[in-house]
């Protein structure tokens, strides 16, 4: 069974204590294509303290995907990209490509998303919206190849 972990980068909900439903959402896909969610929560917009999480749960082994939702924009606070960016060996850019691409049939503002995946060891990273609907939709729509991609790293 593949181990996921799902995170949203959102430093109000987290000093609030409150649930993600994007990460609810997430999850139950996940559920629904195999996935055993092994780690779920809120986290501050903290670049380092992202890094930090990420590099963890990669060395250790513990997760085959670890997913964010949330803090992917052009803002300063807006960290999630840079974070999977220092956390990764090497990247796919060819997903958050495509999830710009698909979400361009909401608006032109889709273009502004900061999306980042790539690979740490034998872990795969991906960042998602911050909008529980477009993150479920834009995992829905990848699903298929996420799941390739994260089989094939786990032979490595």
């Known amino acids: 069974m593949m181990r996921a972990a799902i995170f949203t980068i959102d430093t109000g909900l987290y000093r609030a204590k409150e649930e993600s439903a994007a990460a609810a959402a997430l999850k139950r896909i996940l559920g629904q294509a195999g996935f055993e969610v092994k780690a779920a929560g809120v986290l501050p917009?903290?670049?380092?303290m992202l890094v930090t999480v990420m590099d963890r749960l990669a060395d250790s082994g513990s997760v085959d995907l670890i997913l964010t939702t949330g803090a992917a924009g052009y803002l300063k606070a807006d960290c999630a990209p840079e974070a999977l960016t220092a956390s990764a060996d090497r990247m796919i850019p060819g997903i958050p490509e495509a999830l710009r691409a698909?979400?361009?049939?909401?608006?032109?503002?889709a273009m502004l998303e900061s999306l980042a995946a790539g690979i740490r060891k034998k872990t795969v990273l991906l960042n998602l919206?911050?909008?529980?609907?477009?993150a479920?939709?834009?995992?829905?729509?990848?699903?298929?190849?996420?799941?390739?991609?994260?089989e094939n790293v786990s032979l490595e």
């Open 136 to 150: 479920k939709e834009d995992l829905e729509y990848i699903l298929p190849e996420l799941v390739q991609v994260v």
């Open 102 to 109: 698909y979400n361009l049939r909401y608006g032109k503002s």
């Open 45 to 48: 917009q903290d670049r380092e």
């Open 129 to 134: 919206p911050e909008s529980a609907k477009t």
